[in-house]
């Protein structure tokens, strides 16, 4: 075994964060259950494992961008033989947005097999991803951490400390929480405008030059005016985020009124089959409300 990074889950966020590390000069070997986007990554310098046996014997740091927990566990074999040696003498750095018990249990399994974890998820989407922009954030023993915000220097504008596990998780849902429902009140707005008549590219400048614009809102209000849903974070993404918000607000007892309404309309616009399109495709479940009402 030796000093490579392994790097599993090449999705619409994992593409580029491998890509972003690799073009950084990390020695990288990735692999995914798709199979896809090998040949960027080699390009970029990357090795590709044959399987996930080759690719744990190989790195002593393994990465982990997945979509769920059933991912994670099945990648790192939870709960069969090849946990342990998947595990002992490795640090498994957990970047996928779980729930944060799913977390401290995950890490307490990991430590109880002789490895080490680190919760590193991510605020951003494909477009910070891509230009190596994205907010880290760290949880973990403190040395592990520092090795962890060495390594995701390439994919990252800044990198915050979060304490034990599952603080870094916890603050990801508590950020998303924010940008779901800005996003959806954007969305709301530009529905609003329309339906009134608005110049849009006035209601634009309006927007763009006031103390509320943001990057993310300026580029999720271009995508509203020119109706262009390809994803950057898609629908499915932000309802399963929605969900891990409220069961974790649930659990302490905390009301989250505007989430709610949130998870609704995306819940609406999944049903339609928008799942894979962007979270702006969610007027598209205003629109039928308004239809409803018209």
Known sequence: MNARIGFVGLGVMGTPMAM???????PLTVWTRSGTHYDTL??????????????????ETVVLMLANDSAIDEVIGRGTAAFGRRARGRLIVNMSTTSPEYSRALSDDIVAQGGQYVEAPVSGSRKPA??????VMLAGPPEHVERVRALVQPMCRESIECGDVPGALTMKLAVNLFLIT????LTEATHFARRHG????????ALNAGPMASD????????LLTTDFSVQAAITDVLK????????????????????????LYKET???????LDMVAVIQAMERRTACVS
Do not use: H
Not at 198 to 205: D, E, I, K, P
């Open 20 to 26: 972003n590390l690799a073009r950084g000069g990390v």
């Open 42 to 59: 080699r390009a970029a310098g990357a090795q590709v494992a044959n399987d996930l046996d080759e690719l744990f014997a190989d790195c």
């Open 130 to 135: 891509e230009a190596g922009q994205l907010v």
């Open 182 to 185: 800005m996003v959806t009140g």
């Open 198 to 205: 608005l110049a849009l590219a006035q209601f634009q400048r």
């Open 216 to 223: 993310v809102s300026r580029v999720k209000l271009d995508k």
């Open 241 to 264: 985020n929605s969900r891990l918000i409220a069961e974790s607000a649930r659990r302490i007892g905390t009301a989250t009124p505007i989430l709610d309404a949130c998870l609704d």
């Open 270 to 276: 999944e049903a339609i089959g928008s799942g894979k």
